[in-house]
Every structure is written in C-alpha cells, then in structure tokens.
C-alpha cells in the first residue's frame, strides 16, 4: 500500500446529516461565541424565506439526521416554527429521518410547542439547561430557574422518549460539591442523554473581557478535573455510558447526528455562521446574520470560506475528532478505507502519546487511557499538527 493514495474525491460518501442554524435569541449570554441575533425577531420572515432558499439547493437528499441548533429554534414562535418546519419538510422526507434534533431552552417550553415539534417529526430534544442552581444561572446569564428546567423536562418527557440536557461546569466560584448537586437533579430527571462542558472562555466574549480585566475568575485547573471526574462517576453509578469526551448516553441513545461530525462522514450545513463538510470540501457560511440574509436575498452565496481538505489533513481529522470517542479506533480499518498507512504517518503522535501514558495501542488499536481521557484535546491536538506528521 503507497504511504498516500490519490486524492480519494470518488470515494466521498454523499452526507446523511444535515444541520440548520437558527440564530435568533433572547439574549446573549455572556459566554456565547455563536453566531446569534438578540431581540430582533422582525428578521425571522426574512430568515425562514432564506434558509429555505439556501437548502433548495440541496435537491432533497436522503438523510438520516437532521439538527436545529442556534441560538434558540425554540424561540420561535409556533407560528414562525410551523412555517419553518413546513419549508423543511418539503426540502427534506422527514419521515425517513432516524434522528431529528431540536434544541430547546426551558422558557420556551410549553405543550404547544412540543405537540408542534412532534407534529412534523421531531423525536429528540436537546435542552440547554447548564444548571439548575439559582446563583450559577445568574453567573451564566440564563433566564430560566432550576424549577422551570424540572418542569420543562418532565412536561417534554410525556411526548419525547430522547431527551438530552447540557450542563456546564467551572462556573466563576463553582465548587466541587456545588457541580455534584447539578448532576444528582440531572440524572435523576427523565433523560436519556447529558452532555457536560468546562465553561470556556472565547476571545470577543464578554467573560472572555470580564477575566481579561480581573472581574471574575476561572476556577482552578485541579478542581475542573475534580468536576469531569465526578461527572464520570456519577454517570457511571446511573447507569450513563461515557461514549465520548463530553458525552454520556443511557440505553443507547447517542446522539447520532454527532457521531456523523466524530466519525469524519460529512454533512450539510445552512444558516449564518454554519459549516458543512461536503465532497472534500469544507465550507463556511457568514456569521453575521445580517450579511447572511443580504447576500441571500440578493442571489449570492453566503459562504465566507471554503477550503479543500487534502487526503493527510482529513485523516489527522479523523483520528483527532475518532480519538474523542471512548471506543477504539481501528487504524487497519482507517487505512483500508483512506487508502493509506496512518499509522507510519502519525507514528511520532501516536508514539509521544504512548510514552506520556495517554493512549494504548493493541495491534493498532488506539484507545484514550483513564489518564488520557483527562487530556483528549492535547492528544488530538498531537494528530492535527502537520509538523508531526511524517
């Protein structure tokens, strides 16, 4: 086998996921990086008019997953929801979908809304919750109270049999025990899914400015690692299987829609700010929503960037973004698909990786240890270095 094969263009796999980005909010929170309006809903006729035009398109492809993020799709109103989903549903057969995600925040929530969701095909929410603690939601800027969050849940739990709630932990002045209580109310809720997430601070984020100027204060790195473990454990005792870095599933429901981005298998992308992975090629619409309905409502494609991704860089991808899931990566298997010997390329990362005790190799069967699970982001950040690769 050549060390590198042609590009493998034929060998692209036409996506089975597609993600639409909805922007529009009621606020922005003081650690939100993403593409979002705020208090402008006199845009959403505008939006809806130009997402649907956007995936025109796409010419109905077959899919498998389909995800609403934002932003807020909940924000919606359900008249602006149906009309949304009405669009989708003439783009795509959404009753051929295996997975169809919406995101939704607890204010939004109601039975209206979630027989609206349910009436167009919709079987799996994806709360953004982050706490149920009074103080921490303050700190992060969230509108709902933890009480709210219960109801919310249990109300969609009556409908919806896959359900996921986000949680952020290493809030400013959070401690261990705090973050443990967070996770007892989550996982003794209806909920088949949790993701949890250390707080991040974004450069142009207002908390980014607020740490840069002393104002709050990240809480140290020994107790963030404190928090994952507890997360560990306490999803381990609940019966939550750990199936990646941040996620945790019960009774086999991953999110799938993910597991399309973690496995390298490309995917549709439309809205402000939204990236898609198509044919080889990765693409990049405008973040700003202005520009985005502008371009559109003027017949010019919204897309800011769009970069080739060549044979080597994608399969760095496919080990970085693999090496996240629990299970193991399979570089015989990863070499016969690509067309090249990974292992030879990558051997400086995989070795480095090996010695510093963070991942273990069976016959070329990588897997993340239990130390390394702690430090995924260095080990993948080792494969995306083009410097390392022989």
């Given at each position: 086998?050549?060390?590198?094969?042609?590009?493998?263009?034929?060998?692209?796999?036409?996506?089975?996921?597609?993600?639409?980005?909805?922007?529009?909010?009621?606020?922005?929170?003081?650690?939100?990086?993403?593409?979002?309006?705020?208090?402008?809903?006199?845009?959403?006729?505008?939006?809806?008019?130009?997402?649907?035009?956007?995936?025109?398109?796409?010419?109905?492809?077959?899919?498998?997953?389909?995800?609403?993020?934002?932003?807020?799709?909940?924000?919606?109103s359900n008249s602006h929801l149906n009309k949304l989903l009405e669009s989708l549903n003439q783009l795509f057969d959404l009753n051929e979908l295996t997975e169809f995600s919406v995101e939704a925040n607890p204010?939004?929530?109601?039975?209206?809304?979630?027989?609206?969701?349910?009436?167009?095909?919709?079987?799996?929410?994806?709360?953004?919750?982050?706490?149920?603690?009074?103080?921490?939601?303050?700190?992060?800027?969230?509108?709902?109270?933890?009480?709210?969050?219960?109801?919310?849940?249990?109300?969609?739990?009556?409908?919806?049999?896959?359900?996921?709630?986000?949680?952020?932990?290493?809030?400013?002045?959070?401690?261990?025990?705090?973050?443990?209580?967070?996770?007892?109310?989550?996982?003794?809720?209806?909920?088949?899914?949790?993701?949890?997430?250390?707080?991040?601070?974004?450069?142009?984020?207002?908390?980014?400015?607020?740490?840069?100027?002393?104002?709050?204060?990240?809480?140290?790195?020994?107790?963030?690692?404190?928090?994952?473990?507890?997360?560990?454990?306490?999803?381990?005792?609940?019966?939550?299987?750990?199936?990646?870095?941040?996620?945790?599933?019960k009774d086999n429901h991953r999110c799938l829609h993910n597991m399309a981005y973690w496995k390298g298998e490309g995917w549709y992308a439309a809205g402000p700010g939204a990236a898609r992975f198509v044919d080889g090629f990765r693409e990049v619409n405008h973040r700003s929503?202005?520009?985005?309905?502008?371009?559109?409502?003027?017949?010019?494609?919204?897309?800011?960037?769009?970069?080739?991704?060549?044979?080597?860089?994608?399969?760095?991808?496919?080990?970085?973004?693999?090496?996240?899931?629990?299970?193991?990566?399979?570089?015989?298997?990863?070499?016969?698909?690509?067309?090249?010997?990974?292992?030879?390329?990558?051997?400086?990362?995989?070795?480095?990786?090996?010695?510093?005790?963070?991942?273990?190799?069976?016959?070329?069967?990588?897997?993340?240890?239990?130390?390394?699970?702690?430090?995924?982001?260095?080990?993948?950040?080792?494969?995306?270095?083009?410097?390392?690769?022989?």
């Amino acid at each position: 086998m050549d060390l590198v094969s042609n590009h493998p263009d034929a060998r692209w796999a036409k996506p089975r996921s597609a993600y639409i980005h909805i922007p529009f909010c009621r606020h922005r929170c003081g650690y939100c990086n993403f593409s979002v309006v705020a208090d402008r809903d006199d845009l959403i006729d505008r939006y809806v008019k130009a997402i649907t035009e956007e995936l025109d398109s796409l010419k109905r492809p077959l899919l498998d997953t389909l995800f609403l993020g934002g932003g807020t799709p909940t924000h919606l109103s359900n008249s602006h929801l149906n009309k949304l989903l009405e669009s989708l549903n003439q783009l795509f057969d959404l009753n051929e979908l295996t997975e169809f995600s919406v995101e939704a925040n607890p204010e939004d929530i109601d039975q209206e809304k979630l027989d609206c969701l349910q009436s167009w095909g919709v079987n799996r929410i994806s709360f953004g919750i982050q706490s149920f603690r009074a103080e921490k939601l303050n700190t992060l800027q969230r509108n709902h109270t933890g009480k709210e969050a219960v109801a919310a849940i249990e109300l969609a739990a009556k409908i919806f049999n896959n359900l996921s709630i986000d949680l952020i932990f290493g809030a400013p002045g959070e401690t261990t025990s705090q973050w443990e209580a967070d996770l007892e109310t989550a996982l003794a809720l209806p909920i088949q899914h949790l993701s949890t997430y250390a707080l991040t601070y974004e450069k142009g984020t207002q908390f980014w400015n607020q740490r840069r100027h002393g104002a709050i204060k990240p809480v140290d790195e020994q107790t963030e690692v404190e928090m994952y473990q507890a997360a560990l454990h306490q999803c381990g005792e609940k019966g939550f299987r750990h199936y990646e870095i941040s996620s945790f599933e019960k009774d086999n429901h991953r999110c799938l829609h993910n597991m399309a981005y973690w496995k390298g298998e490309g995917w549709y992308a439309a809205g402000p700010g939204a990236a898609r992975f198509v044919d080889g090629f990765r693409e990049v619409n405008h973040r700003s929503t202005f520009t985005y309905l502008r371009r559109m409502e003027k017949g010019i494609p919204p897309t800011e960037e769009s970069e080739s991704i060549d044979p080597i860089q994608y399969a760095s991808e496919r080990i970085a973004f693999g090496i996240r899931l629990i299970e193991v990566i399979c570089l015989p298997s990863l070499n016969r698909q690509l067309g090249m010997e990974t292992y030879h390329l990558f051997s400086k990362a995989i070795l480095r990786s090996i010695q510093d005790g963070l991942i273990e190799d069976s016959a070329g069967h990588l897997k993340l240890t239990r130390k390394g699970i702690l430090f995924a982001d260095t080990v993948a950040q080792r494969f995306l270095d083009s410097s390392a690769v022989i």
